[in-house]
């Protein structure tokens, strides 16, 4: 199993090479399954500007990366994630106050919002399944990150909150737009983000936010890595089509998601992938090995 640590260059990464990174490290435990953890324990987690830049640098490499199939993200520590580091809150005050004029205060402000929604949306944006395995507290920028995935595990521990109301502001990089969707009910989701109220793992796996609760989180850890070793058996041509499509039709009608797979299948339905694996269930063989993608 390989380890990734300590980032030292901000270069763009070639397709097979993973950066190392300050926040975050990166095992693969598995064929093809890259394991992610958030590594800022003594800090509960908290993304400070640094591990915003590095969320995005990491999953933009993975989806190149031609031996990672599937991703496991979770956390080092006590926690998952304490939400944002207010410390870098204060420094962008600081940032704010050196200028006296709005509109530049505004630019600012745009510029720096948009560094973190692009961050979450590189986990979403990503070719490679993404399972995330939340422990104990997921706060804030915990859930714009968490519901950026595909699949959502926890422990039976685990607890949520959309905190930003707390802190006097609208969540700003995912979680407005996404946590309603993952949910599927509006009025849960809006009481939910107008309040700020804590929620437990049993309720998230009641309305969807979760799908599978583990004792802790060494299972926890361990049932995520499983299931992303099962998808990275599968094509993984078929895999990232899949995903693709989905993620593109939550934003579209169901019509224009029709005409979005069919353009991509009439190439794919030609490709090595398909007549292996109908040829491997037609004849009972063992699992077709798929070429790296």
Request: charged share 25%; glycine share 4%; net charge neutral.
């Amino acid at each position: 199993m390989q380890t990734y640590r300590n980032n030292t260059s901000a270069a763009p990464a070639a397709a097979g090479h993973v950066p190392q990174f300050k926040t975050l490290a990166i095992t693969t435990p598995k064929p093809f399954v890259f394991h992610v953890e958030l590594n800022r324990p003594k800090k509960l987690n908290a993304i400070d500007r640094e591990m915003w830049l590095e969320i995005r640098e990491c999953f933009e490499a993975l989806a190149i990366n031609p031996d990672c199939r599937a991703i496991v993200l979770s956390a080092a520590g006590k926690h998952f994630c304490a939400g944002i580091d207010l410390s870098s809150m204060m420094a962008l005050g600081q940032q704010l106050a050196d200028s006296d004029d709005v509109a530049r205060k505004g630019v600012i402000m745009e510029r720096t919002i948009k560094i973190y929604q692009d961050s979450i949306t590189a986990v979403e944006r990503c070719a490679k399944p993404v399972i995330m395995a939340v422990h104990q507290a997921c706060i804030g920028a915990g859930v714009d990150l968490i519901t950026a995935a595909d699949i959502r595990y926890s422990t039976k521990d685990a607890f949520f909150q959309v905190k930003e109301v707390d802190i006097g502001m609208a969540a700003d990089v995912g979680t407005l737009q996404r946590f309603p969707k993952a949910i599927g009910s509006q009025s849960l989701a809006r009481e939910l983000c107008f309040t700020g109220r804590r929620f437990e793992a049993a309720e998230a796996e009641r309305c969807g936010l979760v799908s599978r609760v583990f004792a802790d989180k060494d299972t926890l850890v361990s049932g995520a890595l499983d299931l992303a070793a099962d998808i990275a058996t599968r094509s993984p041509i078929a895999v990232q089509t899949t995903k693709e499509s989905m993620v593109y039709s939550l934003e579209h009608t169901n019509q224009e998601g029709l005409d979005h797979i069919r353009t991509i299948n009439k190439l794919n339905l030609q490709s090595e992938d398909f007549a292996q694996a109908v040829a491997a269930q037609l004849t009972k063989d063992e699992k077709p090995v798929f070429a790296k993608l």
